[in-house]
Each structure stands twice: as structure tokens, then as C-alpha cells.
Nanobody
């Protein structure tokens, strides 16, 4: 059974940092993608960043480029989202998701929710001003 467990959220002041973790288990796929998404109150879920398992290539939303970094540790079956220079508008519930086949991995992958087959529960990030 494929499972994803997101953690690492919390309350932080503007300008601060957090690192989210997405622990995965039950993966039997050769080449998959992990994405981070977020949903702020009253807003639609939006893509943040994604990473391809086979070569570590990544794509991110313009709103987080230069501030957020996605990375993976295959030995630990965990994907991280390092978030620096946080802003109040980054406040949201953050979710990680997996696509079992990253054959069409491209620059739009980070925002295409429909491509992802498995979703973890969210972790809340609150950035105070």
C-alpha cells in the first residue's frame, strides 16, 4: 500500500524558515514524481514544487522560486521542501502527492493535480507578519 506522510509544519514569523518532510512507503515504481501542493483558506489547492525520482529534476512555481527548494533522499524514501524567507501569503495546508509514472515530467508538472495518484494528509504552515 502506497502511503505518504507529510510533517514539519508549524508557526513561524515572516522571514523565517521551515522544512517539510514527505515520508513515503510502499513504492514499487521505477520512476515516479513527488509534488508539494498547498491550500490556503478559501482558495483552491495550488502546486508548489515537484521532483522526479530517477534524476532529481525539479520544477517550482514562480511564487516560490529562490525561496523554496525541493529535494529527495532515496535512502530514506523521503522528499523535503525547504522553505526560506517565508511570507504571510505562504500560510496554507501543505500536501505531498505522488505520481506513479513520471514519463511526462515537464515544467507544468508541479501544478497539474490530476497527474498525481496518491495524496498524503496535510501539514499546516502558518506565517505570522
Amino acid at each position: 500500500e502506497v502511503q505518504l506522510q507529510a510533517s514539519g509544519g508549524g508557526l513561524v514569523q515572516a522571514g523565517g524558515s521551515l522544512r517539510l518532510s514527505c515520508a513515503t512507503s510502499g513504492f514499487i515504481f521505477d520512476d515516479y514524481a513527488i509534488g508539494w501542493f498547498r491550500q490556503a483558506p478559501g482558495k483552491e489547492r495550488e502546486g508548489v514544487s515537484c521532483i522526479k525520482s530517477s534524476d532529481g529534476s525539479t520544477y517550482s512555481a514562480d511564487s516560490v522560486k529562490g525561496r523554496f527548494t525541493i529535494s529527495g533522499d532515496n535512502a530514506k524514501s523521503t522528499v523535503y521542501l525547504q522553505m526560506n524567507s517565508l511570507k504571510p501569503e505562504d500560510t496554507a495546508v501543505y500536501y505531498c502527492a505522488a505520481d506513479r509514472s513520471a514519463s511526462s515530467f515537464s515544467s507544468s508538472y508541479y501544478r497539474d493535480l490530476k497527474k498525481y495518484d496518491y495524496w498524503g494528509q496535510g501539514t499546516l504552515v502558518t506565517v505570522s507578519s
